[in-house]
């Protein structure tokens, strides 16, 4: 399919494209977190919108590639907000456990400030294989992400299966941990359940440091440190 490439009151054509494609996206989720996604069809989505069928398939070819590409731009913010979290807190020059809380800290508020989205990201997206399948995607990138900020801020010199395997197990847990608490299945206070998340992952990760430390992988400077500082 091709688009049209004048411009058009000041905005090219892919401007425009964009900006359609976002209105859709943003009307999926508002329809979703609302009424589900079996109450989701490419008829009520335009409609809701305003804007012609035609329009929807300039970007998606179907309502399965719509939902993989709500549950990606989802994940890609709260993976967004870790990294920038993390970052920021290693050049504060944070200790190991007070960066596990920060870090958490921004992720979980960005988890619980708004239920919906996270619901829909981890819970909600079962009820659609696409986005289901795009969930596992997303999940296995998070702990990747984990893995490779923590092989960077224990300096291990190499990617260990440790580090993989401790990033998948704190991320898959965290995010069921979440969605029990979500459910007001535990009884506990945000600024509780942060700090018991933290303590789980500072353990895990002092394990996972010991037992890389036993296999002969020595970290080659102190945790914590910035591999590009001159200090």
């Known amino acids: 399919m091709t688009h049209p490439t004048r411009p058009f009151q000041g905005q090219s054509a892919e401007s425009r494209v964009h900006a359609r494609r976002q209105q859709l996206l943003s009307k999926a989720y508002e329809i979703i977190a609302a009424e589900g996604w079996r109450n989701l069809s490419i008829h009520k989505l335009c409609v809701e919108a305003g804007l012609n069928k035609r329009y929807f398939y ?56 708004e239920p919906a989205r996270t619901r829909l990201l981890f819970s909600s997206a079962s009820e659609n294989p696409q986005a289901l399948e795009q969930r596992k995607l997303v999940i296995r990138k998070m702990a990747q992400v984990l893995s490779a900020f923590s092989i960077q801020y224990h300096q291990a010199g190499e990617p260990l299966s440790i580090a993989h395997v401790g990033s998948a197990f704190l991320i898959g847990g965290t995010i069921e941990a979440v969605m029990t608490w979500l459910d007001q299945d535990v009884a506990v206070s945000r600024e509780e359940f942060i700090e018991d998340l933290a303590c789980f992952w500072v353990a895990v990760g002092d394990s996972a440091v010991s037992l890389a430390r036993s296999r002969g992988a020595t970290p080659t400077s102190s945790p914590g440190t910035d591999p590009n500082s001159d200090s």
């Not at 970007?59 to 990294?83: C, K, M, P, R, T």
């Not at 920060?102 to 979980?108: A, E, P, R, S, T």
């Open 58 to 113: 300039e970007s998606f070819d179907s309502l399965d590639s719509l939902a993989a590409a709500l549950v990606n731009e989802l994940a890609d913010e709260l993976i967004g907000v870790g990294q920038n979290a993390a970052q920021s807190g290693w050049q504060k020059g944070l200790d190991t456990s007070t960066l596990a809380r920060y870090v958490l800290d921004h992720c979980i508020s960005w988890m619980v400030d």
